[in-house]
């Protein structure tokens, strides 16, 4: 079985539900090996493959879409931000480093998750000083972001620059192959 490759789609998060075995012992080897590599493909492409820098990435999320009533894709972006700001405000766009983290936005685009994480590393083993949170669109005092269809804008209220930074958008676009 040969699967259609989308070039906006690096894998597909779909496998086979039937399947029909050949009889012939040689026959039957050759299909299970195939089957398992698919198999390994598919998990290990959702469990390692699903954050890519720098680009959307189909997730395997399906959602009703109201208006059109159809299936829409789910995906996801992240952008990995060195230094986040000493108590001001850091704006990321196309014309940035990094770069906003995600492109081609269509009137059917639709946000629905947008989280991260700030972490501080120890500076030494058991040091006890590092420094690790999640925060929401709003949700820890010292951080929060805005994200419009071009812009990605954090603001910090105390010194951040020591820590490091990773916002996942997750976000809804138009559906591929039929959907």
Excluded at 12 to 19: G, I
Excluded at 26 to 49: E, P
């Amino acid at each position: 079985m040969t699967i259609p490759i989308n070039p906006q789609e690096p894998f597909t998060p779909f496998l086979p539900t039937t399947y029909n075995f050949p009889e012939e012992e040689d026959r039957a080897k050759t299909f299970l090996q195939d089957q398992l590599a698919q198999h390994s493909d598919v998990i290990n492409d959702k469990k390692i493959g699903v954050y890519i820098a720098g680009i959307p990435i189909l997730n395997g999320n399906k959602h009703w879409y109201g208006n059109t009533q159809i299936t829409r894709n789910g995906y996801q972006s992240f952008v990995f931000i060195k230094s986040l700001p000493n108590t001001g405000t850091l704006t990321i766009n196309a014309n940035s480093s990094p770069s906003y983290p995600i492109s081609d936005i269509q009137p059917e685009f639709l946000m629905w998750n947008v989280w991260g994480t700030a972490s501080k590393p120890p500076t030494a083993l058991n040091a006890g000083n590092g420094d690790f949170f999640s925060f929401m669109a709003q949700g820890d005092s010292r951080i929060s972001f805005t994200m419009s269809d071009t812009v990605l804008t954090i603001t910090t209220t105390t010194n951040l620059s020591a820590y490091y930074c990773f916002i996942v958008a997750e976000f809804i676009r138009s559906g591929t192959n039929g959907f």
